[in-house]
């Protein structure tokens, strides 16, 4: 009965994958690659822009694609953008302000810009995804944000750019990422709405009447031609706070069970649950060479100091952790015996798989993957290699004490104890 539950927990999970096939997926590599890439499609568009981000800085690079709205926008393309009130606090009155004139709907998800906002429950739970969709034809997905590669927000201005992926997409899997960035921009907008309605009841009215025609109307699909397209199996994987809560860990974790030569996972921000920390040293325990590359520049040290507490157990399996030094950190792929990978906004710690909206996606393609696999081999090739000497001593003990007493009370005040 356990193995008959197991295998039905692994039908479901896979068919909360949705994998389609017919897929064209590109690797991009940093916002060097994803802007050119995603101004492109945007300056082709002829019907509509989806864009959803965490962060839409207002630094020279992000305003020049905003002006790429802007200018699809006055073609008569329909342009929607809708940015996280927290990842972009800082800058959405100068967005409102490029914005303003035009026809470009922006919406904010749980803005925090007055002080009531956070007091409100929920204030937690980010819009973390990084998406955009041009004419339902093409996609793009990944970790990327809306801000210069060699600019971060708390550290100034880098000689290197921040190491990084997305995605583009062509194909069938399109129509998955178009349904779910319209659902987050009605929402956010809806959720303004009533902001509004507190002061005037005729732009909530005539706002609803928007929402509503967008939910319903879909998005307006363009013939594609699937056929001349790679025959590339993807699946969008979203992880949400209805259906959706556990299946960016599920695709993880059933991916690193199934492993049987190599796991490599690149990823900033790392504390996992035990579902996937349990399977990484299982995978380990039965010869399956897992690696891991962390962050070594840290940009939140706590973050960092929250990985390296675990770093003892996951070496005393074999497991080997390297940190990622030449740069800031901000990739979240993973590669698996070669044939599966994924790219997102998903990092594999408490906020992302228990809070955020969160969007991967997963190819199953020796191709792709090999691509994949390269570029993590050059970024191992520039990272240092932990050793287990760093972990061990008196200092090393209460670190990982203070560090799980944290967790503990973050996880209590998050309402998922016992969850994770």
């Not at 994803?34 to 568009?45: D, E, H, S, T, V």
């Not at 969709?133 to 550290?155: K, L, P, T, W, Y």
């Not at 932990?386 to 090393?396: C, D, H, P, V, Y």
Request: hydrophobic share 45%; net charge positive.
């Amino acid at each position: 009965m356990r193995r008959l539950g197991s295998r039905r927990r692994r039908a479901h999970h896979a068919a909360d994958a949705g994998f389609v096939g017919g897929n064209e997926v590109d690797l991009l590599r940093g916002g060097d690659q994803l802007f050119p890439a995603m101004q492109a499609a945007i300056a082709q568009a002829r019907r509509e822009v989806w864009l959803a981000t965490y962060i839409f800085h207002n630094d020279a690079t992000s305003m020049a694609l905003a002006d790429t709205l802007i200018a699809a926008d006055r073609r008569g393309v329909r342009v929607r953008v809708v940015v996280d009130g927290f990842g972009s606090n800082l800058s959405v009155a100068a967005l409102r302000k490029r914005f303003a004139g035009s026809g470009v709907a922006f919406a904010v998800f749980r803005p925090m810009d007055r002080w009531w906002h956070w007091l409100q429950p929920g204030q937690l739970r980010r819009l973390h995804q990084k998406l955009c969709v041009v004419d339902s034809e093409v996609a793009f997905v990944g970790g990327i944000n809306i801000i210069d590669d060699r600019f971060d927000m708390r550290h100034g201005g880098s000689e290197l750019p921040r190491l990084d992926f997305a995605v583009q997409v062509r194909g069938g899997l399109v129509d998955t990422v178009a349904q779910s960035v319209r659902a987050i921009w009605s929402r956010a907008w809806l959720g303004r709405d009533f902001d509004d309605a507190l002061i005037d009841y005729v732009p909530l009215r005539r706002r609803f009447s928007l929402w509503v025609t967008q939910l319903w109307r879909g998005p307006q699909r363009l013939p594609e031609p699937l056929a001349r397209l790679p025959p590339v199996c993807a699946a969008f994987v979203l992880r949400d706070n209805l259906r959706r809560r556990r299946t960016i860990e599920h695709a993880y974790a059933d991916a690193i069970r199934g492993a049987r030569h190599s796991v490599d996972i690149i990823c900033p921000y790392f504390y996992p649950g035990q579902r996937i920390r349990e399977a990484l040293r299982a995978a380990a325990d039965r010869g399956v060479r897992v690696r891991l590359l962390l962050q070594g520049k840290l940009d939140y040290r706590i973050a960092g100091w929250a990985a390296e507490a675990l770093y003892a157990d996951l070496l005393a399996h074999g497991i080997e952790i390297y940190e990622y030094t030449p740069a800031f950190l901000h990739a979240k792929v993973a590669v698996i015996d070669d044939h599966w990978a994924t790219v997102g906004s998903s990092n594999i710690d408490p906020l992302s798989l228990l809070l955020n909206l969160e969007a991967n996606v997963i190819v199953l393609d020796r191709p792709f993957a090999r691509e994949l696999a390269a570029e993590v081999e050059a970024a191992l090739a520039q990272s240092e290699r932990i050793s287990e000497r760093r972990t061990t001593g008196l200092r090393a003990l209460l670190h990982r004490a203070v560090i799980a007493w944290f967790a503990y009370v973050f996880l209590r005040i998050a309402g998922a104890a016992g969850r994770y």
